[in-house]
């Protein structure tokens, strides 16, 4: 399902396009219209809350949005939840809503359109194609291009959760879910009552996100998050359930057998897949589709399981994502921020990290290790991605100056609680949730038209948690406890889930979890395609530096055949040959036009 709007009703569609034409929009499909006197209303995906709004069963999710619109306006668009994306015009303005996790249409924009896609954004009259060359450099240091920015110059996306309002020929947006003001907080209640009321929250989300259907999908990892999903389901649903789990050939830390153990407990029809590496092939598919450049460990297995799913389509499928991020991670590293921030010793350890941060240590060994998790510690609003460092980049772009370093926000220090919270609201739920986890979750559902609901991203979820204490989504005796690594992430949903779940998965030490890159790249015949591809592509020799390009893949070439090379020195290198095949593809299709 595809759009294209216009801010102006001066300027032309595509003539290619032979869609359901409005005066200002088009579409292929839409879920529901509404148009009355004075508004109408294009709406794109599901309301999960609409009777608790309008305490209607007949109105289309669009006719809702107009009845809230006419009665106040924009202003109660916030306590929607749901997955979607809705166009409002009226008489003087336009607005545009995305859901607050961004899970159904993106929207891209410049001064005269809007649309669900760059690609019909330069099918319009006059659009110049030319890359954003800071938001390029920014998504090989962190793996994507965040908002508002895109890959296209004068072209801007809408996040996750925002509304953009153009009203006299000027356009701005609002964020309707603000998480600068939300400070620990204690709770009278006890362990029992909140576990409880998160467990009752739980069900309602799952309720509300298959309504009445009969086929329904679950996706399955083996851990926690997935399994409590099932459980809950299980606790109101007795039909059919398909199951999807995804594996990797050759992985010792496969999660498989778990996923294999909750099936078999809880009566699912299970289906899995196991990665070999070759998926890679698929890659100029999904960089058509997703249209700015992207790269995450866990795309092609979103990508696989979606494909898995075949023809024979649940009506819903339930995915764990996002879980971790709504109670809070890395509490050892915002532990160990906060200490050496606290005892004034962070100069040193920066002092070291820049000593590190230079190309001579860029190598598998101590000091690489040294700087990896000093990268994690010191920068910790910066989020969990694996791009190339700044010391690389310097000598791979041919514009150094694209470079951005440092962190903008300021840590919040006047508590660990504090700190905690500022990392889950502005790192976890802005940054990663919103535009890396459940974007290419909800992405590559939308490639293989598969529906996906998230039930832990529920609007009643996020709030209780709001009003959780910190000592409940990270449990530790104290903030040195935590920073020795000596803590129980997602407290809460483990003290209500564990005796629900099969043992095997509540006493396994997590091991797995992580997509092993390199197994993309081990292929020496795929590896040279791919290189041979990079190196021939127009961006080396208008972007990046051919020559770094050049001894960054031979360097790989090298280490793909030295034994022991510590995990994640592994990783993050294979990441980056993901971030410039990545790059180079996008290029060849964007700026290029060759589709070939």
């Given at each position: 399902m595809m759009f294209i709007g216009k801010f102006k009703n001066d300027k032309p569609f595509p003539d290619k396009l032979a869609w359901n034409r409005g005066d200002q929009i088009t579409y292929d499909q839409v879920s529901s219209v509404c148009v009355n006197d004075r508004t109408k209303v294009y709406f794109w995906g599901?309301?999960?809350?609409?009777?608790?709004?309008?305490?209607?069963?007949?109105?289309?999710d669009a006719a809702i949005i107009a009845e809230m619109y006419e009665r106040s306006g924009d202003s109660g668009?916030?306590?929607?939840?749901?997955?979607?994306?809705?166009?409002v015009f009226d008489s003087?303005?336009?607005?545009?809503?995305?859901?607050?996790?961004?899970?159904?249409?993106?929207?891209?924009?410049?001064?005269?359109?809007?649309?669900?896609?760059?690609?019909?954004?330069?099918?319009?009259?006059?659009?110049?194609?030319?890359?954003?060359?800071?938001a390029l450099a920014d998504f090989l240091s962190i793996g994507y291009i965040s908002t508002p920015s895109s890959s296209l110059k004068d072209v801007n996306k809408l996040g996750a959760g925002e509304m953009l309002v153009y009203w006299n020929g000027q356009s701005i947006t609002r964020q309707p879910y603000p998480t600068d003001y939300i400070l620990p907080v204690q709770n009278d209640k006890s362990l029992d009552e909140l576990a409880e009321q998160y467990g009752t929250l739980h069900i309602e989300a799952i309720k509300k996100r298959i309504g009445k259907n009969s086929n329904i999908g679950i996706l399955l990892s083996g851990g926690y998050d997935s399994g409590c999903n099932l459980v809950a389901l299980r606790k109101?649903?007795?039909?059919?359930?398909?199951?999807?789990?995804?594996?990797?050939?050759?992985?010792?830390?496969?999660?498989?057998?778990?996923?294999?153990?909750?099936?078999?407990?809880?009566?699912?029809?299970?289906?899995?897949?196991?990665?070999d590496g070759s998926e890679i092939t698929a890659l100029p598919d999904i960089v058509d589709f997703l249209?700015?450049?992207?790269?995450?460990?866990?795309?092609?297995?979103?990508?696989?399981?979606?494909?898995?799913?075949?023809?024979?389509?649940?009506?819903?499928?339930?995915?764990?994502?996002?879980?971790?991020?709504?109670?809070?991670?890395?509490?050892?590293?915002?532990?160990?921020?906060?200490?050496?921030?606290?005892?004034?010793?962070?100069?040193?350890?920066?002092?070291?990290?820049?000593?590190?941060?230079?190309?001579?240590?860029?190598?598998?060994?101590?000091?690489?290790?040294?700087?990896?998790?000093?990268?994690?510690?010191?920068?910790?609003?910066?989020?969990?991605?694996?791009?190339?460092?700044?010391?690389?980049?310097?000598?791979?772009l041919q514009d150094r100056s694209l470079i951005r370093s440092g962190e903008r926000m300021t840590s919040d220090l006047r508590s660990f609680e504090h700190l905690y919270l500022q990392h889950a609201y502005k790192t976890d739920v802005e940054k990663i949730i919103n535009q890396v986890i459940l974007f290419k979750a909800s992405r590559m559902a939308d490639m293989f038209d598969n529906s996906m609901a998230f039930p832990y991203m529920d609007s009643d979820i996020y709030n209780f948690l709001q009003q959780l204490p910190v000592y409940y989504k990270c449990k530790g005796r104290n903030v040195i406890d935590i920073a020795k690594g000596h803590?129980?992430?997602?407290?809460?949903?483990?003290?209500?889930?564990?005796?629900?779940?099969?043992?095997?998965?509540?006493?396994?030490?997590?091991?797995?979890?992580f997509a092993p890159m390199p197994l993309f790249f081990k292929n020496d015949k795929q590896r040279a395609r791919i290189a041979d591809f990079i190196m021939a592509s127009s961006v080396t020799r208008d972007f990046l530096k051919r020559d770094a390009v050049d001894r960054f893949i031979k360097q790989y070439d090298q280490d793909v055949n030295e034994n022991g090379n510590w995990f994640w020195y592994k990783q993050s290198k294979a990441i980056q040959y993901f971030n410039l095949y990545t790059l180079a593809l996008w290029w060849e299709r964007f700026i290029e036009q060759n589709h070939n």
């Open positions: 599901v309301l999960y809350n609409r009777k608790s709004e309008m305490n209607v069963e007949n109105l289309s668009f916030s306590y929607l939840d749901g997955s979607f994306t809705f166009v003087e303005q336009i607005i545009i809503v995305r859901d607050h996790h961004g899970t159904n249409k993106p929207v891209y924009y410049n001064n005269f359109f809007f649309a669900s896609s760059l690609a019909l954004l330069q099918k319009t009259d006059g659009f110049i194609t030319e890359p954003d060359c800071q109101i649903y007795s039909g059919n359930i398909h199951s999807y789990s995804i594996g990797f050939k050759g992985d010792t830390w496969t999660e498989l057998p778990l996923a294999r153990c909750m099936s078999e407990t809880f009566g699912t029809i299970h289906t899995e897949y196991e990665i249209g700015d450049p992207f790269v995450e460990g866990g795309l092609m297995v979103n990508y696989t399981v979606m494909k898995l799913i075949g023809h024979n389509k649940p009506d819903v499928i339930l995915g764990g994502d996002g879980s971790d991020q709504y109670f809070g991670t890395s509490g050892r590293e915002i532990a160990l921020h906060y200490l050496i921030s606290k005892y004034k010793v962070a100069p040193v350890f920066g002092l070291i990290y820049r000593l590190l941060s230079q190309p001579g240590f860029d190598k598998n060994n101590s000091l690489y290790r040294i700087r990896f998790h000093l990268d994690k510690i010191l920068s910790i609003l910066k989020g969990d991605l694996f791009g190339f460092p700044d010391f690389h980049l310097k000598t791979m803590a129980t992430a997602k407290y809460l949903l483990k003290y209500h889930y564990k005796q629900m779940l099969p043992e095997v998965i509540t006493s396994k030490k997590k091991q797995g979890g």
